[in-house]
């Protein structure tokens, strides 16, 4: 089984992971911050050490996007509604992020996915 470590570095070097997140959570799971890690732009600035022990913040994990799905790597068990909220906010930011490119992106990615499913090899017996 692979370590919390070793798996958000694998979903940070995978090459078709085209934006990852750090997702901070409060201690209450009511209070979410994403960090981006990849592309590495934040036009707000990074939050104050202040406003990171106001908040209650702790890191729980990274998010990606892989082709068109949202990957996570969490470092503990989360609730069900917890994920759904980290995976909102993670999809709403990279509809920010991608603006009106999202449906080029979209596109491009489904594109991708149906080369790649071609070229797969045919092992059906005729």
Same mark, same amino acid.
């Given at each position: 089984?692979?370590?919390?470590?070793?798996k958000?570095?694998?979903?940070?070097?995978?090459?078709?992971t085209?934006?990852?997140?750090? @997702? &901070?959570?409060?201690?209450?799971?009511?209070?979410?911050?994403?960090?981006?890690?990849?592309?590495?732009?934040?036009? =707000? =600035?990074?939050?104050?050490?202040?406003?990171?022990?106001?908040?209650? &913040?702790?890191?729980?994990?990274?998010? =990606?996007? #892989?082709?068109?799905r949202?990957?996570?790597?969490f470092?503990?068990?989360?609730?069900?509604s917890?994920?759904?909220?980290?995976i909102?906010?993670?999809?709403?930011?990279?509809?920010v992020?991608?603006g =009106?490119?999202?449906?080029?992106? @979209?596109?491009?990615?489904?594109?991708?996915? &149906? #080369?790649? &499913?071609?070229?797969?090899?045919? #092992?059906?017996?005729n």
């Open positions: 089984m692979m370590t919390y470590s070793e958000s570095t694998q979903l940070a070097l995978d090459a078709s085209s934006i990852i997140v750090q @997702v &901070l959570l409060s201690r209450g799971n009511d209070d979410i911050e994403l960090i981006p890690l990849h592309p590495r732009q934040r036009p =707000g =600035g990074y939050i104050t050490r202040e406003e990171f022990a106001a908040r209650q &913040l702790r890191a729980v994990g990274t998010v =990606g996007l #892989n082709g068109l949202p990957v996570c790597v470092k503990e068990p989360l609730e069900s917890v994920v759904d909220a980290i909102q906010a993670f999809t709403e930011y990279a509809h992020l991608l =009106g490119h999202s449906a080029e992106h @979209v596109a491009a990615e489904e594109v991708a996915e &149906l #080369n790649r &499913l071609w070229s797969l090899p045919d #092992n059906r017996a």
